[in-house]
């Protein structure tokens, strides 16, 4: 008979996140993990497959908060409203939590060997799906009035997932919100949006 779990998936995929954020998913051994999450290797094999499972979880627990962020960004009732929500935003949610600065969705694959070649993909792949959500937005924007008729909704959403980018990894280097608010601040100039 299988001994019952005494851990709940939440509190160890919390764990997990905080390793992966710190380390990256090549630089997150399987022992560093197991003494963080309070399982063994093979309990955490036996939850969830690998290590590659183990970070699937994470991210899509990561995907999960950050779609309620995009749905206050996507709610804001006008184009412009959209884009401050995004930078301003992503300035302060990026420093809130001392152990997770920047994003997870580049912290993870910074540096991956050819065994893990996929990771940065994956992220990629999940970074991109965000934008594209919000080149969705804007379009509604553009279809509303409230974006000019030359104006390119996909150009401006790649533009503030760049952004983004450039702001985690400041983020992660230890700039605080302020400092990534004064460089959202001179991002937005640069938007086309009234």
Do not use: H
Request: include cysteine; aromatic fraction near 8%.
């Amino acid at each position: 008979m299988a001994r019952p779990r005494n851990f709940t998936t939440e509190e160890v995929l919390d764990k997990a996140t905080e390793v992966f954020w710190r380390c990256g998913y090549e630089g997150a051994s399987i022992s560093e993990l197991s003494d963080k999450m309070g399982m063994s290797p093979p309990s955490i094999y036996g939850a969830f497959g690998s290590k590659r499972g183990l970070f699937d979880e994470v991210l899509n627990r990561y995907d999960a908060g950050r779609l309620v962020f995009f749905s206050w960004i996507n709610e804001a009732t006008c184009a412009r409203g959209v884009a401050e929500r995004a930078l301003l935003g992503i300035a302060d949610a990026m420093t809130k939590d001392p152990g997770r600065l920047g994003c997870l969705l580049l912290q993870g694959g910074v540096s991956c060997g050819p065994t893990s070649s996929e990771v940065p993909t994956e992220l990629a792949r999940r970074r991109r799906k965000l934008e594209l959500s919000l080149a969705s937005r804007f379009e509604r924007a553009k279809n509303e009035g409230d974006l000019t008729e030359s104006a390119d909704p996909s150009l401006i959403a790649q533009y503030i997932s760049m952004v983004w980018d450039g702001l985690g990894v400041r983020a992660a280097a230890g700039a605080s919100s302020g400092e990534l608010r004064e460089i959202a601040t001179l991002a937005l100039k640069a938007l086309p949006i009234s």
